[in-house]
Each structure stands twice: as structure tokens, then as C-alpha cells.
């Protein structure tokens, strides 16, 4: 690994697309190919693309943190990033019965 992930942090019932690029974090100091997996979600869905970028997709209405290591292989050699905590902030919903936050749902009357 060559520089530490930033912690996300994020609104619930969103997807936080491109949120970095691995290739910005590991290299392989040969030049090698590095194959990419991770480890720790539970309810945040992780993806990797073709271009090594990965987005951060939580399950409908959740919110809360979760933990989640890269890991970088070359074939021969194993490297791990940092511990990344995963942030998905609490939004006020429409029709939940109650008003909150920034709500508006035409402001509310619990909804």
C-alpha cells in the first residue's frame, strides 16, 4: 500500500459511486497486476469496476457504520489498506410518522 483510504461518509438510501481508485492506493513495485478484493462489509455492498474505482451501496433505509479492508494481490505477495470505516448518515423519510430533520413532505404534520 502506498497511501491510506480516507474514511466515507454518506447519506442513507444512496450510492456513493467512484469513491476512490484503488490504483491510487497500492502499487506493485515490479510492476505486476494487482487483483483487488476486500473484506468486512455486512450491509454496505462494495463493487470494483473494470477501471479499479469503487462505489459504496448500502441496503434501503440503513444507516450506520461499517468497517472494510482492501487487499491487493500480485500473485506472489499479499498487501492490505487500512481499516476504512463506512459512514451512512440517518435521513428523515416521508411516511415514517414523524417530522424530523430537513424533512419536508410539505413540512410535515407527521407526515
Not at 447519506?11 to 468486512?40: I, K, Q
Request: charged residues 15%; contains cysteine; negative net charge.
Amino acid at each position: 500500500m502506498i497511501k491510506s483510504i480516507s474514511n466515507q461518509t454518506w447519506n442513507e438510501d444512496t450510492t456513493l459511486a467512484n469513491a476512490f481508485d484503488l490504483d491510487s492506493h497500492f502499487v506493485d513495485a515490479t510492476g505486476d497486476r494487482l487483483n483487488y478484493s476486500f473484506s468486512g462489509n455486512q450491509t454496505i455492498r462494495v463493487s470494483i469496476d473494470t477501471a479499479n474505482n469503487v462505489s459504496l451501496i448500502p441496503i434501503e433505509n440503513w444507516f450506520g457504520t461499517e468497517h472494510v479492508v482492501f487487499s491487493a494481490y500480485d500473485g506472489n505477495v499479499t498487501a492490505y489498506s487500512n481499516n476504512i470505516t463506512l459512514i451512512v448518515l440517518n435521513t428523515p423519510d416521508c411516511g415514517d410518522g414523524s417530522c424530523g430533520g430537513n424533512e419536508s413532505c410539505s413540512s410535515c404534520s407527521a407526515d
